[in-house]
Protein backbone atom coordinates (compact mmCIF):
# COMPACT_ATOMS: atom_id res chain seq x y z
CA UNK A 1 0.00 0.00 0.00
CA UNK A 2 2.98 2.24 0.47
CA UNK A 3 4.63 1.46 -2.09
CA UNK A 4 1.23 2.08 -4.50
CA UNK A 5 0.86 5.29 -2.59
CA UNK A 6 4.49 6.91 -3.27
CA UNK A 7 4.17 5.25 -6.89
CA UNK A 8 1.05 7.64 -7.16
CA UNK A 9 2.58 10.36 -5.64
CA UNK A 10 5.42 10.59 -7.79
CA UNK A 11 3.44 10.03 -10.90
CA UNK A 12 1.83 13.45 -10.11
CA UNK A 13 4.69 15.47 -9.48
CA UNK A 14 6.23 14.25 -12.89
CA UNK A 15 3.00 15.05 -14.99
CA UNK A 16 2.38 18.58 -12.90
CA UNK A 17 3.45 21.25 -16.00
CA UNK A 18 7.09 22.77 -15.25
CA UNK A 19 7.18 26.46 -14.73
CA UNK A 20 10.69 28.42 -15.42
CA UNK A 21 12.49 30.12 -12.69
CA UNK A 22 15.13 33.05 -12.77
CA UNK A 23 17.39 34.12 -13.90
CA UNK A 24 15.78 35.66 -16.89
CA UNK A 25 18.14 36.76 -19.63
CA UNK A 26 17.03 39.77 -21.53
CA UNK A 27 19.54 40.53 -24.12
CA UNK A 28 18.00 43.54 -24.84
CA UNK A 29 16.55 45.60 -27.87
CA UNK A 30 12.67 46.07 -28.39
CA UNK A 31 10.63 44.35 -25.89
CA UNK A 32 6.94 44.87 -26.76
CA UNK A 33 4.54 43.98 -24.14
CA UNK A 34 5.69 42.26 -21.45
CA UNK A 35 4.79 41.41 -18.02
CA UNK A 36 8.06 40.20 -15.64
CA UNK A 37 7.03 37.61 -13.36
CA UNK A 38 8.69 37.31 -9.57
CA UNK A 39 8.64 33.45 -10.40
CA UNK A 40 10.97 33.87 -13.19
CA UNK A 41 13.16 36.91 -11.31
CA UNK A 42 16.04 37.80 -11.50
CA UNK A 43 15.77 39.59 -15.00
CA UNK A 44 18.87 39.98 -15.85
CA UNK A 45 19.50 42.78 -18.56
CA UNK A 46 22.73 42.19 -20.76
CA UNK A 47 21.75 45.17 -23.29
CA UNK A 48 19.58 48.51 -23.49
CA UNK A 49 16.27 47.44 -23.73
CA UNK A 50 12.99 49.91 -24.42
CA UNK A 51 9.54 49.45 -24.21
CA UNK A 52 8.60 50.85 -27.24
CA UNK A 53 5.28 53.45 -28.07
CA UNK A 54 2.11 51.65 -27.83
CA UNK A 55 3.75 48.68 -25.58
CA UNK A 56 3.15 47.87 -21.64
CA UNK A 57 5.69 46.88 -19.39
CA UNK A 58 4.60 45.49 -15.95
CA UNK A 59 6.54 44.33 -13.44
CA UNK A 60 5.44 42.52 -10.46
CA UNK A 61 5.71 43.29 -6.76
CA UNK A 62 8.65 41.17 -5.57
CA UNK A 63 10.66 41.04 -8.76
CA UNK A 64 14.42 41.79 -8.93
CA UNK A 65 15.90 43.33 -12.07
CA UNK A 66 19.53 43.32 -12.60
CA UNK A 67 22.08 45.04 -15.09
CA UNK A 68 24.91 43.99 -16.67
CA UNK A 69 28.47 46.48 -17.01
CA UNK A 70 28.55 46.62 -20.16
CA UNK A 71 25.87 46.84 -22.82
CA UNK A 72 25.19 44.47 -25.36
CA UNK A 73 23.53 46.60 -27.51
CA UNK A 74 26.30 49.65 -27.44
CA UNK A 75 23.37 51.92 -28.18
CA UNK A 76 21.22 54.72 -26.22
CA UNK A 77 22.23 57.27 -24.11
CA UNK A 78 25.67 55.59 -23.18
CA UNK A 79 27.05 53.44 -25.14
CA UNK A 80 28.67 51.73 -22.68
CA UNK A 81 25.85 51.09 -19.74
CA UNK A 82 22.48 49.36 -19.98
CA UNK A 83 19.65 51.69 -19.67
CA UNK A 84 15.99 50.21 -19.29
CA UNK A 85 14.11 53.00 -21.52
CA UNK A 86 10.56 53.39 -21.30
CA UNK A 87 9.21 55.13 -24.45
CA UNK A 88 5.67 53.43 -24.00
CA UNK A 89 3.88 52.68 -20.33
CA UNK A 90 5.35 51.09 -17.19
CA UNK A 91 3.36 49.70 -14.29
CA UNK A 92 5.90 48.37 -11.58
CA UNK A 93 4.06 48.43 -8.22
CA UNK A 94 6.26 46.61 -5.76
CA UNK A 95 4.44 46.35 -2.00
CA UNK A 96 6.83 47.22 1.43
CA UNK A 97 7.06 43.35 1.88
CA UNK A 98 7.94 42.72 -2.31
CA UNK A 99 9.77 45.89 -3.59
CA UNK A 100 11.15 45.56 -6.84
CA UNK A 101 14.47 46.24 -7.04
CA UNK A 102 17.27 47.50 -9.58
CA UNK A 103 20.11 47.11 -9.28
CA UNK A 104 23.58 46.23 -10.38
CA UNK A 105 24.23 42.16 -11.52
CA UNK A 106 27.51 42.17 -9.64
CA UNK A 107 29.37 44.14 -7.42
CA UNK A 108 27.55 47.47 -5.75
CA UNK A 109 29.36 50.52 -7.26
CA UNK A 110 27.89 53.44 -8.40
CA UNK A 111 27.85 53.92 -12.35
CA UNK A 112 27.69 50.07 -13.10
CA UNK A 113 24.45 50.61 -15.12
CA UNK A 114 23.02 54.24 -16.79
CA UNK A 115 19.50 53.77 -15.09
CA UNK A 116 15.86 54.34 -15.60
CA UNK A 117 14.97 56.79 -18.63
CA UNK A 118 10.99 57.50 -19.19
CA UNK A 119 10.77 59.20 -22.79
CA UNK A 120 8.75 62.13 -23.75
CA UNK A 121 6.18 59.63 -25.50
CA UNK A 122 5.98 57.33 -22.60
CA UNK A 123 1.79 57.16 -22.34
CA UNK A 124 1.92 56.35 -18.55
CA UNK A 125 4.33 55.53 -15.82
CA UNK A 126 3.76 54.19 -12.59
CA UNK A 127 6.43 53.05 -10.11
CA UNK A 128 6.03 52.19 -6.62
CA UNK A 129 7.45 50.35 -3.63
CA UNK A 130 10.94 50.02 -5.26
CA UNK A 131 14.52 50.26 -4.83
CA UNK A 132 17.10 51.34 -7.32
CA UNK A 133 20.80 51.05 -7.38
CA UNK A 134 24.37 51.51 -8.95
CA UNK A 135 23.51 53.34 -11.99
CA UNK A 136 24.57 56.48 -13.50
CA UNK A 137 21.11 57.96 -12.56
CA UNK A 138 18.26 56.38 -10.46
CA UNK A 139 15.35 57.96 -12.91
CA UNK A 140 15.92 60.29 -15.75
CA UNK A 141 12.26 61.34 -16.99
CA UNK A 142 11.11 63.62 -19.56
CA UNK A 143 7.80 61.95 -19.68
CA UNK A 144 4.01 63.79 -20.17
CA UNK A 145 3.04 62.40 -16.27
CA UNK A 146 4.60 59.93 -14.19
CA UNK A 147 3.92 58.88 -10.36
CA UNK A 148 6.70 57.70 -8.61
CA UNK A 149 5.57 57.15 -4.70
CA UNK A 150 7.58 55.11 -2.30
CA UNK A 151 10.88 54.74 -4.49
CA UNK A 152 14.71 54.82 -2.86
CA UNK A 153 17.86 55.34 -4.80
CA UNK A 154 21.02 55.19 -3.47
CA UNK A 155 24.48 54.70 -4.73
CA UNK A 156 24.05 56.44 -8.10
CA UNK A 157 27.06 58.50 -9.58
CA UNK A 158 24.83 61.73 -11.51
CA UNK A 159 21.39 62.16 -10.00
CA UNK A 160 19.20 59.98 -8.04
CA UNK A 161 16.37 62.13 -9.52
CA UNK A 162 17.01 64.23 -12.86
CA UNK A 163 13.59 65.69 -14.51
CA UNK A 164 13.86 67.11 -17.96
CA UNK A 165 10.57 67.74 -18.67
CA UNK A 166 6.79 66.81 -17.91
CA UNK A 167 4.99 66.81 -15.18
CA UNK A 168 6.35 64.05 -12.44
CA UNK A 169 4.33 63.53 -9.16
CA UNK A 170 6.37 61.86 -6.60
CA UNK A 171 5.92 60.97 -3.21
CA UNK A 172 8.00 59.63 -0.68
CA UNK A 173 11.04 59.37 -2.62
CA UNK A 174 14.72 58.74 -0.93
CA UNK A 175 17.94 59.72 -2.37
CA UNK A 176 21.29 58.80 -0.70
CA UNK A 177 24.53 58.52 -2.17
CA UNK A 178 24.20 60.49 -5.55
CA UNK A 179 26.33 63.42 -6.43
CA UNK A 180 22.68 65.59 -6.63
CA UNK A 181 19.75 64.39 -4.81
CA UNK A 182 16.79 65.72 -7.31
CA UNK A 183 18.14 67.41 -10.44
CA UNK A 184 15.77 69.92 -12.54
CA UNK A 185 17.33 70.72 -15.97
CA UNK A 186 14.41 72.02 -18.30
CA UNK A 187 10.53 73.36 -18.27
CA UNK A 188 8.04 71.05 -17.06
CA UNK A 189 6.16 71.26 -13.19
CA UNK A 190 7.09 68.71 -10.74
CA UNK A 191 5.84 67.99 -7.20
CA UNK A 192 7.68 66.77 -4.80
CA UNK A 193 6.36 65.18 -1.15
CA UNK A 194 7.66 63.49 1.65
CA UNK A 195 11.26 63.20 0.54
CA UNK A 196 14.10 62.33 1.97
CA UNK A 197 17.49 63.96 0.04
CA UNK A 198 20.44 63.23 2.53
CA UNK A 199 24.21 62.21 2.32
CA UNK A 200 24.56 63.29 -1.32
CA UNK A 201 27.97 64.48 -2.65
CA UNK A 202 26.38 68.05 -3.33
CA UNK A 203 23.10 69.35 -3.80
CA UNK A 204 20.49 67.82 -2.07
CA UNK A 205 18.09 69.62 -4.91
CA UNK A 206 19.61 71.81 -8.24
CA UNK A 207 17.49 73.62 -10.47
CA UNK A 208 19.91 73.53 -13.23
CA UNK A 209 18.13 75.59 -16.30
CA UNK A 210 18.64 79.05 -17.10
CA UNK A 211 15.69 79.38 -18.68
CA UNK A 212 13.25 77.89 -17.57
CA UNK A 213 12.40 74.85 -15.00
CA UNK A 214 8.30 75.80 -14.52
CA UNK A 215 6.73 74.90 -11.12
CA UNK A 216 8.30 73.02 -8.58
CA UNK A 217 6.41 72.31 -5.53
CA UNK A 218 8.04 70.88 -2.50
CA UNK A 219 5.91 69.81 0.46
CA UNK A 220 7.36 68.10 3.30
CA UNK A 221 11.13 67.32 2.46
CA UNK A 222 13.93 66.67 4.67
CA UNK A 223 17.14 67.60 2.84
CA UNK A 224 20.18 66.24 5.68
CA UNK A 225 23.79 66.02 5.07
CA UNK A 226 24.03 66.67 1.39
CA UNK A 227 27.26 69.41 0.74
CA UNK A 228 24.42 71.93 -0.55
CA UNK A 229 21.01 72.03 0.23
CA UNK A 230 19.05 73.76 -2.20
CA UNK A 231 20.63 75.57 -5.27
CA UNK A 232 18.66 77.41 -8.56
CA UNK A 233 20.53 78.87 -11.35
CA UNK A 234 17.29 79.74 -13.01
CA UNK A 235 16.78 83.19 -14.27
CA UNK A 236 13.28 83.22 -14.86
CA UNK A 237 10.43 83.77 -12.88
CA UNK A 238 9.86 80.20 -12.11
CA UNK A 239 8.27 79.69 -8.77
CA UNK A 240 9.32 77.40 -5.94
Not at 83 to 108: C, H, M, R, W, Y
Request: proline content about 2%; hydrophobic content about 40%.
Amino acid sequence: MLQSSLALALLLLGSAPAHAVGPTFITGGNLGSATWLAADSPYIVQGDATVQAGATLVIQAGVEVRFASSDGQVAGLDTSDVELTIAGALDAQGTVNSPIVFKADSGAAAATWYGLVFTNTASSITLSNATIQHGQYGIRTDAPAATISSVSIDTVSVAGFYSEGGEPTVDGLTVTGAQYGVQLVSDGDIALSNCLIANNSSYGIYATNATDIGVATIDHCTLDNNFYGFYSNNNSSSNY
